[in-house]
């Protein structure tokens, strides 16, 4: 049950706040290549993705990520505002019930994060986070740790993931392993992710060109090996997330794309022949 527990959050939680579930590996290298941002911003105003998340053959969850239709000024900058939820469905109801929300208000121009709320409810377990970042002054405001002092290139647990996708990985090269600052529960927790490579996934949507991505992870904790945790992006310029890959202990679990609305491309779709067509 405690493995069931643990797969539903883990891979709910790992769309909503990028890569930060993933721990901490010893054999992580001591410099990182430098990415380069993209010319053009992947996600828009109006941007929604909805995940189905599976423990087995249980659909037992789902995500919605959404860039909100408005206009927002935070500190006189203009913000994307970032949403995202998380939850079970009726059916794994009755093992355990998921009531997430995130929120991230992200500079425009710089897409550094100003502001950060999270609500948690997992299993009556209660989080309430609120962060209101000073990027200028390398500092966040909280309202329970008061003033904390952050790295130039910090990022909370939503922003992570809109901040990865907004970087070009055309030159980067396989088994480089990237760092991503990450503000989580009053202190740095630093997560580091390795680019794999150029790959074709399917999913119920159909078979998509993709990059893959491993967080890099512990071994011997919840899982087996150090990349039981994947995630394919598209490849192209919105890298949307089309699916991520948990093998653990006890099963497996996955969330994959099921709809999506607004997304600033037409995702890289792989032509599939029916035998017929080669007749």
């Not at 930060?20 to 990415?35: E, H, W, Y």
């Not at 999913?203 to 945790?229: H, S």
């Amino acid at each position: 049950m405690k493995a069931i527990k643990f797969s539903l959050s883990l891979i709910t939680l790992f769309l909503l706040f990028g890569f930060s579930k993933a721990i901490l590996f010893d054999a992580v290298p001591d410099s990182f290549p430098k990415l380069e941002k993209a010319k053009v911003t992947p996600f828009q105003k109006g941007e929604q993705l909805t995940y189905l998340v599976h423990y087995g053959l249980i659909n037992a969850g789902e995500a919605k990520l959404t860039v909100k239709e408005q206009d927002t000024l935070i500190d006189g900058k203009s913000v994307f505002h970032m949403y995202g939820e998380g939850k079970t469905l009726s059916v794994f109801e009755w093992f355990y019930t998921v009531r997430d929300v995130y929120e991230t208000y992200l500079d425009e121009k710089t897409l550094a994060p100003r502001k950060f709320r999270r609500r948690v409810n997992e299993g009556g377990y209660i989080i309430d986070r609120d962060y209101h970042f000073v990027p200028e002054k390398d500092k966040v405001n909280t309202l329970r740790k008061g003033e904390i002092k952050t790295p130039k290139d910090v990022q909370d647990m939503l922003s992570s993931f809109y901040y990865l996708r907004a970087f070009d990985f055309t030159n980067v090269k396989a088994g480089q392993i990237f760092k991503i600052n990450a503000f989580m529960d009053y202190k740095m927790f630093p997560f580091y992710v390795k680019y794999v490579g150029k790959d074709e996934v399917k999913v119920g949507m159909g078979k998509y060109k993709c990059i893959k991505f491993v967080p890099v992870v512990q071994e011997g904790r919840v899982f087996k090996n150090e990349d039981d945790l994947e995630i394919w992006v598209t490849d192209d310029a919105a890298k949307v997330p089309i699916l991520v890959k948990a093998n653990l202990f006890v099963g497996s679990a996955k969330a994959e794309l099921v709809n999506y609305k607004n997304v600033k491309t037409e995702l890289p779709k792989v032509e599939e022949h029916k035998w017929f067509d080669m007749f």
